[in-house]
């Protein structure tokens, strides 16, 4: 921003004339009481500077970048202390060559910086989305094989209540039937005594069916109720062994799961690494540097990585998105036949380091479409 008293900066072409601009500064009495001991220069001086750079915001507002016939009045009063009023004239000088070039670098900078940092904020949200999935998978897992081994203590406590139940009426019954055992030989006795000596054969008869029917019934009856704790037993047997296998796929539910989620992070690990420069490389990485040999030719031995998003990307991440769901690197080769795997794999990579998409069970996709607008 240009600012001149005269009616022209230089040899300068004034390309438009904006309006008339102007900024007013005031320093207060008790101001210039607190200043008074470094002078009146001093205090105008001061007074100047900001009356001028509020006159170069407004002109900047209005979209000029120069102020031309440069006006100051100055006023000084017991009320209002020292007031200074500057007015111009706001224009738009042509810019030069090297000023058009350092404004061009200036929104270049800007952009790239806009740029980093909306990579930067994507990288961080999926990081965090991944850390929250990896949460509630593992809360899921444990909650499943606490609901287990609640199911088996509950099956436990129910069998254990049916054989008590069935033992209490086990000896009821026997019981009853000792009572019925002794009632029918009291009915005997008195019987015998009656009639000892005409009915001694009938009576014995009619006690021993008495007894044999009585027996029956109590052997028939104990059976019964061997039978029926037979059956808790092999119920509750059978709960147990339902519960065990619960339990067990549920365990083994959560080794896979806790396996699977270990081989994602050394597959996203190993990724990580072969995208890094190859640098202080340590001797058991030379079978790594093989394998990578034919990302160093591509790239002329020089591996690097961009965070600008090129016509490459552009072309995976359409790629990605024809197919509305995740994808493996194989099928995305087959849509680009002009690139080869490794080329492939590269670029993925790098879109996952950048937060456009995102990788899980060997599938990838996007992470937010509006990102490559």
């Known amino acids: ?57 407004n002109a900047r507002k209005l979209g000029a970048n ?29 810019y030069s060559e090297e000023e058009k070039k350092a404004e061009e670098a200036r929104l270049a900078e800007e952009a790239k910086r806009a740029e980093e940092l909306r990579a930067a904020e994507l990288a961080r949200t999926a ?12 809360a899921k897992v444990a909650s499943e094989i606490k609901a287990a081994a609640q199911a088996k203590a509950e099956a436990e406590a129910r069998a254990a209540q049916e054989i008590k139940a069935a033992r209490e009426a086990m000896e009821l019954a026997q019981a009853k039937a000792a009572e019925e055992i002794k009632l029918a030989e009291a009915t005997r006795a008195e019987a015998q005594t009656r009639a000892m000596a005409e009915a001694r054969a009938i009576l014995e008869s009619k006690v021993a069916a008495e007894r044999a029917n009585v027996e029956a019934k109590a052997a028939k009856e104990m059976a019964a109720e061997e039978a029926k704790v037979k059956a808790l037993e092999d119920e509750l047997e059978s709960a147990l062994e339902i519960a065990n296998k619960a339990l067990e796929e549920r365990n083994q539910l959560l080794m896979q799961a806790l396996s699977k989620i270990e081989s994602l992070e050394k597959a996203n690990a190993a990724l990580m690494k072969q995208s890094e420069p190859e640098t202080n490389k340590e001797p058991e990485e030379e079978y790594i540097e093989e394998n990578l040999a034919g990302i160093d030719e591509i790239l002329d031995g020089k591996r690097k ?15 990605i998105y024809s197919y509305g769901k995740p ?26 380091e950048q937060g456009v998409i995102e990788r899980g069970d060997g599938l990838y996709s996007l992470v937010n479409r509006a990102s490559m607008v």
């Open 305 to 319: 990585k961009s965070d600008e998003i090129n016509e490459i990307d552009v072309k995976i991440v359409d790629v």
């Open 327 to 352: 994808v493996s690197a194989s099928n995305i080769q087959e849509k680009v036949p002009d690139m080869s795997m490794m080329e492939v794999l590269t670029t993925l990579n790098k879109l996952v």
């Open 1 to 57: 921003m240009y600012v001149s008293t005269t009616d022209n900066i230089g040899n300068r072409e004034i390309r438009e004339v904006i309006g008339l601009v102007m900024s007013t500064e005031i320093s207060s009495l008790r101001v210039m009481l607190a200043k008074e001991e470094a002078g009146n220069e001093y205090l105008y001086d001061a007074c100047l500077k900001k009356a001028q750079n509020k006159l170069k915001n």
């Open 127 to 138: 990081a965090e989305a991944r850390a929250q999935a990896k949460a509630e998978a593992e």
């Open 66 to 94: 120069a102020v031309i016939g440069v006006k100051t009045n100055i006023t000084t009063s017991p009320e209002l202390g020292l007031m200074l009023t500057l007015t111009g004239t706001a224009v738009m000088l042509e």
